[in-house]
């Protein structure tokens, strides 16, 4: 079992910057690709970046490349999304996600931080 711990939302100006952390805890040796995910009331939970546990292929959403970057640190266990020229549209609950073992799916959530940006 992995855990997952996302922290870093807040509210912030359109135009702004946020940085996203999600702290792995538990079976991390397990973990082969990691991402983040986004999703506002009504809507389906929409993928936003992901990459391997050991920093290589990143991949994002085309709505955010350019001004999202993932990336992570081994030796903390810890996923981040660093987020920049926010746009009211990036509002939403930000979720960190695993998938472990050789899985298809993304298995692990953590329990999600919301993401504020006024206009």
């Known amino acids: 079992q992995v855990q997952l711990v996302e922290s870093g939302g807040g509210l912030v100006q359109a135009g702004g910057s946020l940085r996203l952390s999600c702290a792995a805890s538990?079976?991390?040796?397990?973990?082969?690709?990691m991402g983040w995910f986004r999703q506002t009331p009504g809507k389906d939970r929409e993928f936003v970046a992901s990459?391997?546990?050991?920093?290589?292929?990143?991949f994002y959403v085309d709505s955010v490349k350019g001004r999202f970057t993932i990336s992570r640190d081994n030796a903390k266990n810890t996923l981040y999304l660093q987020m920049t020229s926010l746009k009211p549209e990036d509002t939403a609950v930000y979720y960190c996600?695993?998938?472990?073992?050789?899985?298809?799916?993304?298995?692990?959530w953590g329990q999600g931080t919301q993401v504020t940006v006024s206009s």
């Open positions: 996600a695993a998938k472990t073992g050789g899985a298809t799916d993304f298995g692990s």
């Open positions: 538990g079976r991390t040796v397990s973990i082969y690709i």
């Open positions: 990459m391997t546990w050991i920093g290589r292929r990143p």
